[in-house]
């Protein structure tokens, strides 16, 4: 079953963000792995979704994440990640990147609100030039310490 929120092309990611811009929705982007979903991805996204009106969130595709986590991940192939962070009520809408990064993404869609997790350094926030100069502004969301999914996996490596 393909959920409808899901956007898969960038095209229909696009035109949807003109709309709802155009509605005067404010957009909050941002970006993820999110190989299995736990409790610090949910906590920082209902935080994410608070600053603003329609929550996007891309994910990397399964070759992107293997170039960042290494060949053993995703442990959750794109699509059913895709679908399960879509049925989460505070996700407005969930797309596929296929890039290293999500610059590009961004660039497309000049979402009004760039966040990632506390971890990460505004100034090394891909993407973050452009939100700004476009009148966006950039944030960051507290890092829940200890909540990863490679915390999560070496618990399960060591248990089981």
């Known amino acids: 079953m393909k959920c409808d929120k899901i956007i898969f092309s960038r095209k229909k990611l696009i035109e949807k963000i003109k709309n709802l811009k155009r509605k005067g929705k404010k957009i909050v982007f941002t970006n993820g792995c999110y190989d299995l979903?736990?409790?610090?991805?949910?906590?920082?996204?209902?935080?994410?979704?608070?600053c603003g009106?329609?929550?996007?969130?891309?994910?990397?595709?399964?070759?992107s994440v293997r170039k960042i986590k290494g060949d053993l991940r995703p442990i959750i192939p794109q699509k059913e990640?895709?679908?399960?962070l879509a049925a989460?009520?505070?996700?407005?809408?969930?797309?596929?990147?296929?890039?290293d990064n999500p610059y590009n993404i961004i660039n497309d869609i000049k979402p009004d609100v760039l966040v990632k997790g506390g971890d990460w350094k505004i100034d090394k926030i891909i993407g973050a030039d452009i939100v700004r100069n476009n009148g966006g502004i950039v944030?960051?969301?507290?890092?829940?310490?200890?909540?990863?999914?490679?915390?999560?996996?070496?618990?399960?490596?060591?248990?089981?």
């Open 88 to 99: 989460l009520y505070f996700v407005d809408i969930v797309t596929i990147f296929y890039e």
């Open 37 to 50: 979903l736990h409790i610090g991805h949910i906590k920082f996204l209902k935080s994410a979704k608070r």
């Open 81 to 84: 990640r895709a679908e399960v």
């Open 139 to 160: 944030k960051n969301i507290k890092y829940i310490k200890g909540e990863s999914t490679t915390g999560i996996i070496n618990k399960i490596l060591k248990n089981y």
């Open 53 to 63: 009106d329609v929550l996007v969130v891309a994910i990397n595709s399964d070759s």
